[in-house]
């Protein structure tokens, strides 16, 4: 009946209802919040491809095409030298590379603040806008200087997009699909990076300023319909019951439910949402903004519930994921398989792993709710140290340049793809699904932040090493294919990681997530099952909650309530 009134919130003690039924709306909501990853995905593809275009090798060094200085020479040693010179000098690689992970570093952790002002909805949204604006300084750039300043700012925007949109889906994703369609996200990463390899080959040979320009300016488009997209969708109930904006975090709820406001499923789960901050405010009440941050340090770090625990947790997955190396193929893969020697066409091959990377993380879907956040961790980092050790072993033997092996060389190949594939169905997406369930809602934001920043710093350490560590210049390591030694050995690391730090928090609400960490250990995680609601502990029936309503949709039922 149409006018205004009031839904009592009263909660339940049955586990099981916590949470409305998965509606069709709920699907749709979370995979357009994905298309976030289309940002990190398409600005971490574009940079490697561009680095190796001819066009813009002259534009940045100045140098002469070797086949015009050389006209009708393609075999002597003078020929031979400067065509191995003709490429963009490592410093100007690795400043043009890590310059965006230092942009997105700072941005993430500012986005942590902003998102607990403004919301996560419009935090995305200026993301977007301060995005454009970076674009469009790389988009007019003829020189490093210009480049560098639109990358840092586009990496300003980029680190509130990939912080915010992983907040903001898993706190509206349903539990029982959360990790899948928080998975989304990484699938997302993926096309993006396939879509700029695309447009990157289809751009390679043009001999002016629209061989780099258009792979650049092709980010507009996703600037564009994520920010028109969220205008219209709804923010985060959780942060409406932050902020003790009662009424607008139900109606925020049915929205991303599909149910009526007076629904008992949505009086259910938001009764659980409040009962839940009100237990988390309880045991760390809000401060200052710097006593805010020092929430997230707080407790003993061998307490597993504690939110240095979980702080540190979410900062290590996001440092493992990046410890694997899985960008260096995506940003100086192309570099790297022009040093091969035997290889024709290396932005071919770029190409190819890229859409491996794409179709193998769909599996992710499934498998992450199949058999757990913690078992993929386990075993995909025990998968990639077997894929980087054998592709290290060919490189220094059979491999190596000097014996132009191209049946060795197809098998290191062959081994990188099959290392991208495991990487893709697990610590690719599963890093991000952790990094969004472990957090309580008095430092969600800031701890995603802090996680999300931490990627990009390593991130960035990697972007800006990787270029002397593989490359032959005199004062360069030269390391080529050995350079996977290295990264079998940090995918050890993350292998203990996973095994001795991470829990299971598959088929878990949020809220209950906190509930099995304070119980349980990462070993026995798997086995805890919910047994009590925070409705039915905080006693939220007794506090005669109620939440005013003005709507069309209110049954007589709850009408009769009033």
């Not at 026995?524 to 029936?541: G, L, Q």
Request: glycine share 10%; aromatic share 12%.
């Amino acid at each position: 009946m149409p006018g205004g009134g009031v839904v009592p919130i009263s909660g339940t003690t049955d586990v099981n209802r916590v949470e409305a039924p998965v509606t069709v709306r709920a699907y749709l909501i979370v995979a357009f919040a994905a298309f976030g990853g289309i940002f990190f995905g398409y600005d971490t593809g574009w940079m490697g491809g561009v680095l190796g275009m001819p066009y813009f090798i002259k534009q940045y060094t100045g140098k002469e095409y070797p086949a015009v200085k050389f006209p009708g020479d393609t075999s002597s040693d003078a020929y031979k030298a400067y065509k191995d010179a003709f490429k963009v000098p490592a410093w100007e690689q690795s400043l043009t590379t890590s310059i965006l992970s230092a942009g997105t570093f700072f941005g993430a952790i500012i986005a942590g603040d902003v998102a607990d002002f403004i919301g996560r909805r419009t935090t995305i949204i200026m993301g977007c806008f301060i995005f454009t604006v970076g674009c469009i300084l790389e988009t007019a750039s003829t020189s490093i200087g210009v480049m560098a300043a639109g990358r840092i700012i586009a990496g300003l925007g980029v680190g509130f997009i990939s912080a915010i949109v992983i907040l903001y889906m898993s706190e509206i994703a349903p539990k029982k699909v959360r990790g899948a369609v928080v998975a989304g996200y990484q699938f997302c990463i993926t096309i993006g990076i396939l879509l700029a390899n695309c447009v990157v080959y289809a751009t390679q040979n043009r001999k002016d300023t629209g061989s780099y320009r258009i792979p650049i300016a092709v980010q507009f488009l996703w600037a564009i319909i994520l920010g028109t997209g969220l205008a219209i969708l709804p923010e985060s109930p959780r942060y409406f019951v932050k902020k003790g904006k009662l009424d607008k975090a139900a109606k925020a709820l049915a929205s991303v439910r599909g149910q009526p406001i007076d629904s008992e499923y949505i009086q259910d789960e938001l009764a659980e949402i409040i009962a839940n901050h009100e237990y988390e405010m309880s045991i760390l009440p809000q401060t200052t903004y710097l006593g805010g941050w020092a929430n997230c340090f707080k407790g003993k770090i061998t307490d597993g519930s504690s939110n240095i625990r979980r702080t540190l947790l979410g900062v290590g997955l996001q440092m493992m994921q990046q410890l694997t190396g899985i960008n260096f193929i995506f940003y100086f893969g192309t570099v790297f398989f022009q040093q091969l020697g035997s290889i024709s066409n290396p932005f071919l091959i770029s190409l190819i792993t890229t859409l491996v990377n794409v179709c193998s993380t769909p599996v992710s879907f499934y498998i992450v709710e199949r058999f757990g956040r913690r078992t993929l961790l386990i075993f995909g980092s025990a998968g990639m140290i077997t894929m980087q050790f054998i592709v290290g072993i060919i490189g220094v033997t059979a491999g190596k340049t000097s014996e132009h092996n191209h049946a060795a060389v197809s098998a290191m190949i062959a081994f990188i793809c099959l290392n991208i594939s495991v990487f893709a169905m697990t610590w690719g997406p599963t890093a991000w699904i952790l990094v969004g369930e472990i957090f309580p809602l008095t430092i969600r934001s800031r701890g995603v932040g802090l996680s999300t920043s931490s990627n990009w710093f390593w991130n960035c350490i990697i972007a800006v090493i990787t270029p002397y560590l593989v490359g032959d210049g005199p004062h360069d390591a030269n390391l080529g294919a050995k350079i996977f030694f290295m990264w079998g050995g940090l995918c050890c690391v993350s292998l203990a990681f996973a095994f001795f730090l991470v829990p299971e928090t598959k088929g878990l609400s949020l809220e209950q997530v906190d509930k099995m960490l304070e119980e349980s250990t990462p070993a026995t995680s798997a086995k805890w099952k919910p047994h009590s609601t925070f409705a039915a502990e905080m006693h939220i029936a007794e506090k005669h909650l109620e939440i005013p309503i003005n709507t069309e949709h209110v049954s007589d039922k709850a009408a009769d309530n009033v």
